[in-house]
């Protein structure tokens, strides 16, 4: 850990009216230009009320945002403070989730996102997966045989979505699988809201898109999941409105 000393910022006094916007701005200055770096712990409330020439509350207040995206954060106690943090994905998923929740995602969208970034991902992971992480994605198949065995809904879609989430990891490129965590999460609200569908297809789908990772045969997974996903949205997401064809590509043994 690194206590960073107050005066080697380059922190300006910041105008009343505008107090909250400058101090989050000079900070995130601070972290983008690498002078604030991860695990660096950042002075006191009182030091930095006094170098931005700001209330506690209001200094508070910039923390706070900071927080919330990401960027820092606070731990109490005699060595605690606010500390830089890597970035937490998360705060991008949530940002999907609200968007889903005021109506700006609809099911259909949704839909066609996991058709593009699911099929991005398994042609992605056919050339970059490890043996540890297709071990990994069968595992999930197994959890998700024993869930519909055990009659546990509840098991069975975080196995079925997890599914998604493993294969993002597997194309070992954190914005792809943050994206993907993003639809997978999204998909929950969903069910959540709508209320599950068993589908009877998915664990054998799952086994012949594993095949073909294993084989690193791109298109074959590629156009296997894309024929789940489908069936997918005729049986749970087209409860609300029907996905628009995409140019008919729609595989003549999946209509």
């Known amino acids: 850990m690194n206590q960073v000393t107050p005066n080697v910022l380059g922190i300006r006094p910041v105008e009343s009216d505008r107090a909250f916007i400058d101090v989050t701005s000079q900070l995130r200055k601070l972290i983008s230009s690498g002078r604030l770096k991860c695990g660096d712990r950042l002075p006191s409330e009182r030091e930095l009320s006094v170098l931005f020439n700001i209330s506690r509350n209001t200094l508070r207040e910039a923390l706070r945002s900071l927080e919330i995206a990401g960027l820092i954060e606070m731990r109490k106690g005699v060595k605690g403070g606010a500390f830089i943090q890597q970035g937490n994905p998360s705060v991008i998923v949530n940002g999907f989730l609200d968007l889903y929740h005021v109506g700006a995602i609809t099911p259909d969208q949704l839909t066609e996102s996991r058709l ?50 493993l294969l993002g990891r597997t194309t070992h490129n954190p914005v792809l699988s943050i994206f ?26 799952r086994r012949r898109v594993l095949k073909h990772l294993r084989a690193r045969d791109a298109q074959g997974a590629a156009e296997e999941m894309s024929r789940h996903l489908k069936r997918v949205h005729r049986q749970h997401l087209a409860k609300l409105s029907p996905l ?7 595989p003549k043994n999946d209509r």
């Open 116 to 165: 593009w970034i699911d099929d991005l991902a398994i042609r992605v992971a056919c050339l970059r997966a490890t043996d540890e992480d297709l071990d990994a994605l069968e595992a999930n198949i197994v959890e998700t045989v024993q869930a519909a065995s055990n009659n546990d809904m509840d098991r069975w879609v975080r196995a079925v979505l997890e599914f998604h989430s």
């Open 180 to 205: 993907m965590d993003s639809t997978v999460e999204l998909m929950r609200q969903f069910v959540n809201a709508f209320g599950p569908v068993f589908v009877e297809s998915v664990v054998a789908s």
């Open 244 to 250: 628009r064809p995409f140019d008919g590509d729609t």
